[in-house]
């Protein structure tokens, strides 16, 4: 018999942990796909299944199949590269043109899930004021990859409002990590800090971070490039993908150590080699290959093999207040859609492309619970709301983004119509 605490210990158990979690995840996210239904879902299911909600439900240990710490190292590259593959392939000048619209539908937006999660945070939850407003963040923050994913495999991306949806996701996540940077500097200032000193340093750091990624580094491999060949003509295979990774991931982890979404890094360094098209030509269809076939859908896994519950601190007022946390953005949302100039249907579109919450909710939630903002139930809430958008926004892009079935071309309908007059002339002559 196989000793399960043996194999866990082996390095070489990473390729089960792999080799179970691609399968699964591939596989269901192709019968989701057949049926209809977004392959996000399918490869949610699968980290539910296997990954351990389900095997802890019924009893059995997870890491018997899959340690999920291990597999979430690997897991969190998808979004980046998702991120990083949007980066290069938008069109800039149709982001520059949506970035107003962006901005009002965003201040709006973020304003009015602010104001709904400190009302709920308040009244329902009976936190202090300043206990209230920081819970108000968890309602702005948007997830960009679920609802870039969907569009792309949708084909709406590059629609007018797939790219409002894009920035105004982005400026959501730079504004809800600006709030709780504000947030947590001046309402729960360490002991031993003066909290504008330490705002305006993380501050500091922050533009010198967004500087080099989108100006320094890219000139930087354009003087390369142009004065020693280093990508044109390097001695070695694919030495433009393993820099460009490499590079890619040593920002993300900058970003992150930083308190900074490490996916708005990695679109916005894509976003600065769009010029470099040496660089686009080697590594774009490399990058979509690696993202789409391997890490995206360890991604999703992680995100289901992440849903558990700590029902010790569960609360029944949660079921209440994860509808608030989806009603109140929104109502945010379509109120900026609208008054930025959008017809209703197109509001609905916006709206609903808004609705999920991931990585920056989390990170908010365990920023909470690490500084005893909240308890472990307001944890479980943040996952459970998590869950819901990540499962609910899919399957409602597909149906409200559904392409109309295309009408034959004029000129093939004119044929059958003079085909069928001819027939009718044939045949009438045919019994004289």
């Known amino acids: 018999m196989i000793n399960i605490n043996s194999i866990a210990a082996n390095p070489v158990t990473v390729l089960l942990y792999l080799g179970i979690a691609l399968l699964s995840a591939r596989i269901l996210g192709e019968i989701f796909e057949r049926i209809k239904l977004s392959s996000i879902i399918g490869e949610i299911?699968?980290?539910i299944i296997f990954g351990g909600p389900f095997l802890a439900m019924i009893g059995t240990n997870p890491k018997m199949f899959i340690d999920i710490d291990v597999l979430l190292q690997f897991s969190q590259i998808g979004i980046i590269i998702l991120l990083f593959i949007i980066g290069l392939e938008v069109n800039?000048?149709?982001?520059?043109r949506s970035g107003k619209k962006s901005l009002v539908i965003s201040i709006i937006e973020v304003f009015v899930a602010l104001v709904g999660g400190f009302l709920t945070g308040f009244f329902l939850l009976d936190f202090t004021v300043p206990q209230a407003v920081f819970f108000g963040t968890i309602f702005t923050a948007t997830s960009i990859g679920v609802t870039v994913r969907t569009l792309n495999d949708v084909g709406?991306?590059?629609?007018r409002e797939g790219e409002i949806l894009l920035s105004t996701a982005i400026l959501d996540d730079f504004f809800a990590l600006f709030l709780v940077l504000i947030f947590s500097s001046a309402l729960f200032p360490a002991e031993d800090s003066v909290w504008y000193v330490s705002l305006f340093t993380d501050l500091g750091i922050l533009i010198a971070l967004i500087i080099g990624v989108v100006i320094i580094i890219?000139?930087?491999l354009r003087f390369l490039e142009n004065r020693f060949r280093i990508f044109s003509n390097s001695s070695t295979n694919y030495l433009s993908v393993g820099i460009i990774f490499g590079i890619l991931t040593l920002l993300v982890y900058l970003a992150e150590i930083l308190g900074v979404s490490g996916a708005i890094i990695a679109f916005l360094f894509g976003l600065s080699l769009q010029k470099n098209k040496v660089l686009i030509g080697e590594i774009k269809d490399i990058f979509i290959k690696?993202?789409?076939g391997l890490f995206l859908p360890l991604f999703f896994f992680g995100v289901g093999a992440r849903f558990i519950f700590d029902f010790s601190s569960f609360?029944?007022?949660?079921?209440?207040?994860v509808p608030i946390a989806i009603i109140a953005k929104g109502i945010g949302t379509f109120t900026g859609a609208s008054v930025a100039g959008f017809k209703p249907k197109d509001s609905a579109k916006i709206t609903i492309g808004m609705m999920p919450r991931a990585e920056i909710v989390l990170v908010i939630a365990e920023v909470g619970l690490i500084h005893g903002i909240f308890n472990q139930s307001i944890y479980s809430m943040a996952v459970l709301l998590v869950f819901v958008t990540i499962i609910i926004t899919p399957i409602a892009l597909r149906l409200i983004f559904k392409k109309p079935k295309p009408k034959p071309p004029d000129?093939?309908?004119?044929?059958?119509?003079?085909?069928?007059?001819?027939?009718?002339?044939t045949s009438t002559k045919e019994p004289a």
């Open 411 to 425: 000129d093939e309908i004119i044929e059958v119509e003079l085909e069928g007059v001819q027939a009718k002339i």
């Open 156 to 159: 709406s991306l590059n629609t």
């Open 92 to 96: 800039t000048k149709n982001l520059r």
């Open 45 to 47: 299911l699968a980290g």
């Open 218 to 220: 890219p000139r930087l």
């Open 290 to 292: 690696m993202g789409e």
């Open 315 to 321: 609360s029944p007022i949660i079921l209440l207040i």
